[in-house]
């Protein structure tokens, strides 16, 4: 082989390493950037599922107390009612 030859296929090969290097290390730097981030949303996937039961407990406490509000609201009108008659009378 010439020395031309040689020395081109010496420099492609470091060229060729230099860029095997370069996207090695730009895939590292990508995967830990990637695992902050999905880190970051599982935490604050954490946090919402907390407030989300929350709210379901409270949701639930007042979907539990609105049929005995009903039943004081129709006691209070008939209080009313009453209350209006006599005035009236």
Do not use: C, W
Not at 35 to 56: C, F, P, R, W, Y
Not at 61 to 71: D, K, T, V, Y
């Amino acid at each position: 082989m010439s020395d031309a030859v040689m020395v081109a296929l010496i420099t492609g090969g470091i060229s060729l390493l230099g860029s095997v290097l370069a996207i090695i290390s730009t895939s590292k730097k990508q995967q830990h950037e990637l695992d902050k981030a999905i880190a970051v949303l599982e935490t604050k996937m954490t946090i919402m599922q907390g407030d989300i039961s929350s709210h379901n407990e409270y949701a639930k406490m007042f979907s539990e107390n609105i049929p005995a509000l009903r039943q004081h609201m129709e006691d209070v009108d008939k209080r009313l009612d009453r209350i209006d008659r006599r005035m009236t009378a």
